[in-house]
């Protein structure tokens, strides 16, 4: 909640005029209590949800023969029934586990020090605290993905991620509900350990779904601004580790591939990509031999 009684007081606090963004969040924020603020992150998160896997759901359906060589699996084929059921999967869980947890750790958000009040922190701020986060959610993604792989946690627990041998953009947050308890900590230990403002907190949260749902989307764009992002691992990455299932070993993180690089769980999957990479060289060179012929 802020603690300016208006606009002009918080101008005359800070010493300057509030920029149109914080003059929106206090218009926004004022007189909301900071627990309700939080729940509005829920919002927010099933918003982001809903939204940003439909462009994937309209090439899927709808999408022209152009758009199939993007494809991660070009023979497979979803319907408009099974995204469907699999959203409806996921908002279930989402409201079992993810409400319960939000509701609960409210009066965490205040005590660790995520704070609402003006001014809304700067660009490099944010900037600065996104880094951390990413840093911070991979590599503790990355070893919580592993114990998911060891044969108990596969099989009580992350099997129902796995069903998704060929993933959708709507499967991204599908998973047993002890999944989405146990993979919820990663993305909450940035903010915990490195508190910043409640707008980069829900910025952090959007990014992280709306990444895991480009991962998980099927598809591999080049025009992707995500490819310009150093280390970045990206949809053909983990969908590697979806097609191989319960047995690979491989391709565990969630953002970038140097946890994989470090740890040696990568190796299977370049492997392939380099005998794919021969294969597909030698193809152009057998077409362009044959086109010589030809002539
Ligand atoms: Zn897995
Ligand atoms: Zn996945």
């Known amino acids: 909640?802020?603690?300016?009684?208006?606009?002009?007081?918080?101008?005359?606090?800070?010493?300057?005029?509030?920029?149109?963004l914080e003059k929106l969040w206090f218009n926004y924020s004022a007189n909301i209590p900071d627990y309700i603020l939080n729940c509005h992150h829920v919002l927010?998160?099933?918003?982001?949800?809903?939204?940003?896997?439909?462009?994937?759901?309209?090439v899927e359906l709808w999408g022209s023969k152009e758009m199939e060589k993007y494809k991660l699996h070009p023979g497979t084929k979803r319907t408009f029934w099974d995204m469907l059921k699999c959203y409806k999967n996921v908002i279930v869980t989402f409201v079992q586990v993810a409400i319960p947890l939000l509701v609960f750790s409210s009066p965490?958000?205040?005590?660790?020090?995520?704070?609402?009040?003006?001014?809304?922190?700067?660009?490099?701020?944010?900037?600065?605290?996104?880094?951390?986060?990413?840093?911070?959610?991979?590599?503790?993604?990355?070893?919580?993905?592993?114990?998911?792989?060891?044969?108990?946690?596969?099989?009580?627990?992350h099997h129902?991620?796995?069903?998704?041998?060929?993933?959708?953009?709507?499967?991204?947050?599908?998973?047993?509900?002890?999944?989405?308890?146990?993979?919820?900590?990663?993305?909450?230990?940035?903010?915990?350990?490195?508190?910043?403002?409640?707008?980069?907190?829900?910025?952090?949260?959007?990014i992280r779904v709306i990444e895991a749902i480009e991962t998980h989307s099927g598809y591999e764009f080049p025009w992707s601004p995500s490819k310009f992002i150093p280390f970045y691992g990206g949809a053909a990455y983990h969908d590697y580790h979806h097609s191989v299932g319960g047995q690979c070993h491989n391709n565990f993180a969630s953002v970038f591939t140097y946890c994989d690089y470090i740890y040696g769980t990568d190796k299977?999957?370049?492997?392939?990509?380099?005998?794919?990479?021969?294969?597909?060289?030698?193809?152009?060179?057998?077409?362009g031999n044959q086109t010589i012929k030809s002539e």
Not at 44 to 58: A, D, G
Not at 182 to 193: D, E, K, M, R, S
Not at 268 to 283: A, E, H
């Open 268 to 287: 299977g999957y370049r492997c392939r990509k380099s005998i794919l990479n021969k294969v597909d060289g030698q193809l152009h060179i057998n077409i």
């Open 108 to 157: 965490a958000i205040k005590w660790l020090g995520i704070r609402t009040s003006l001014p809304l922190p700067s660009g490099r701020e944010i900037f600065l605290h996104l880094l951390v986060y990413f840093l911070i959610e991979d590599y503790s993604h990355y070893w919580l993905h592993r114990f998911l792989h060891t044969k108990w946690g596969y099989q009580y627990i």
């Open 1 to 20: 909640m802020i603690s300016f009684e208006s606009v002009q007081q918080a101008a005359l606090a800070l010493g300057r005029d509030l920029t149109f």
């Open 44 to 58: 927010f998160l099933i918003l982001v949800y809903s939204i940003v896997p439909l462009p994937y759901m309209f």
């Open 160 to 206: 129902v991620h796995h069903e998704y041998s060929a993933p959708i953009g709507f499967a991204a947050p599908y998973a047993h509900w002890g999944e989405a308890l146990i993979q919820g900590i990663p993305p909450f230990l940035g903010p915990a350990l490195v508190p910043g403002h409640m707008v980069t907190y829900w910025l952090w949260y959007a």
